[in-house]
C-alpha cells in the first residue's frame, strides 16, 4: 500500500519561501505521478501542480506558476514543491496525492482528478 506524508509547513511571512517535501513508500510500480493540493480555511481544494515519475513533466495552476516549482528525487521517493512569494491567502493545508499504475492501459498524464493515495497534509500559515 502506497503511503505519503507530507512535511515542510509551518509559519512564514509574506513574501517568504518554503519548501514542501511529500516522502512516499510503498510504490509498487515506477509509473507514477505526484500532485499537490492545498485547501484554505473555507475554501475547496484546489490542485496546484503536478509531476510526473518517468518523464519529469510537471503542470501547475494559474496561481502560482513563476512562484511555486516541483521537483522529484526518484532515489528517495520524494516529491518537493518550493514555493515562493507567498501570499497570505496561500494559508492552508497542503496535501500530496498519488497515482500509480503497472499495465500500459492504467497510464494517465499528470492530473488533479480521482488520485487514490493522500497525505495526511502539512499546513502552512502565511501571515506577518
Known amino acids: 500500500q502506497l503511503q505519503l506524508v507530507e512535511s515542510g509547513g509551518g509559519l512564514v511571512q509574506p513574501g517568504g519561501s518554503l519548501r514542501l517535501s511529500c516522502a512516499g513508500s510503498?510504490?509498487?510500480?515506477?509509473?507514477?505521478?505526484i500532485a499537490w493540493f492545498r485547501q484554505a480555511p473555507g475554501k475547496e481544494r484546489e490542485g496546484i501542480s503536478c509531476i510526473s515519475s518517468r518523464s519529469g513533466r510537471t503542470i501547475y495552476a494559474d496561481s502560482v506558476k513563476g512562484r511555486f516549482t516541483i521537483s522529484k528525487d526518484n532515489a528517495k521517493n520524494t516529491v518537493y514543491l518550493n514555493m515562493n512569494s507567498l501570499k497570505p491567502e496561500e494559508t492552508g493545508v497542503y496535501y500530496c496525492?498519488?497515482?500509480?499504475?503497472?499495465?500500459?492501459?492504467?497510464?494517465?498524464?499528470?492530473?488533479?482528478?480521482?488520485?487514490?493515495?493522500w497525505g495526511k497534509g502539512t499546513l502552512v500559515t502565511v501571515s506577518s
Open positions: 496525492a498519488a497515482y500509480l499504475w503497472s499495465a500500459w492501459y492504467r497510464a494517465r498524464d499528470c492530473s488533479y482528478d480521482d488520485l487514490p493515495y
Open positions: 510503498g510504490f509498487t510500480s515506477e509509473s507514477y505521478f
